[in-house]
């Protein structure tokens, strides 16, 4: 039976350092959620506590996602090409690390095909409401994390991005800021659009204050069909966002 009061919501790259918050939320708010991970190895989900709610799959096979989709109400996307850093580097000599992709984990399979793979299970599922997390950068082509590993990381992440606008589930597309390991729940958060908060001094944001902001937008309706770059003031100063209908009252651009 459904759960007539409780959304059913999966968590993608719930292995994943922005994912794993997500996921915990999720199980914390049982009253209103019924959370569950997809991850991509056995060790992932023993990391996250090995529950039988978190399946194991690979999104850039398409059959691999569609278990964990069916009969959920809505999608979380957290799922993103990772670049490693090559051996060898010795910051005491100067110059800048080399970066490069694992075979088969580029950008183009990761967050262009692997995306698109999660958003055609949902639409084929009936899935009501999509999450999808990318990066700010993505209006300048020849922004430096396209150069990483040359996998142009934003260029496929951006193409993800329009395919969800496109298909007609209702969408909510969070451009992050520069990501860090902090408390969530402790600073002022932004909203902004066409990378105009990456000519500020405010333009990182902590995971945990993504991974809320990934589940409250499911609450509200004025989150629905919205595209937002997301940052944040430092801790200590503004006003500490605790009134999240009001945030997504101020979104204007669907794409």
Known sequence: MADLNRTTVLVTGAGGRTGQ??????????????????????ESK???????????????????????????????????????????????????????????????????IGQKNQI????????????????????????????????NILIWKRKAEQY??????????????????????????LIGKDDELLQTETKTIARADVAEVCIQALQFEAAKFKAFDLASKPEGTG???KDFKDLFSQLTTRF
């Open 120 to 151: 055609d299970a949902a639409k084929a599922s009936g899935v009501k409401q999509i999450v999808l997390v990318g990066s700010m950068g993505g209006t300048n082509p020849n922004h430096p994390l396209n150069s990483l590993g040359n996998g």
């Open 164 to 189: 969800l606008a496109d298909s007609g589930i209702p969408y909510t597309i969070i451009r992050a800021g520069g990501l860090q390991d902090k408390e969530g729940g402790v600073r002022e958060l």
């Open 46 to 112: 023993e990391k996250i506590g090995g529950a039988d709610d978190v399946f194991v799959g690979d999104i850039r096979d398409a059959d691999s996602v569609v278990p964990a989709i069916q009969g959920i109400d809505a999608l979380i996307i957290l799922t993103s090409a990772v670049p490693k850093m090559k051996p060898g580097f010795d910051p005491s000599k100067g110059g800048r690390p080399e970066f490069y992709y694992e075979d088969g984990a580029y950008p183009e399979q990761v967050d262009w």
């Open 21 to 42: 918050i997500a996921y915990r939320k999720l199980k914390e708010r049982s009253d209103q959620f019924i959370g569950k991970g997809l991850v991509r190895t056995e």
């Open 239 to 241: 006003t500490l966002t």
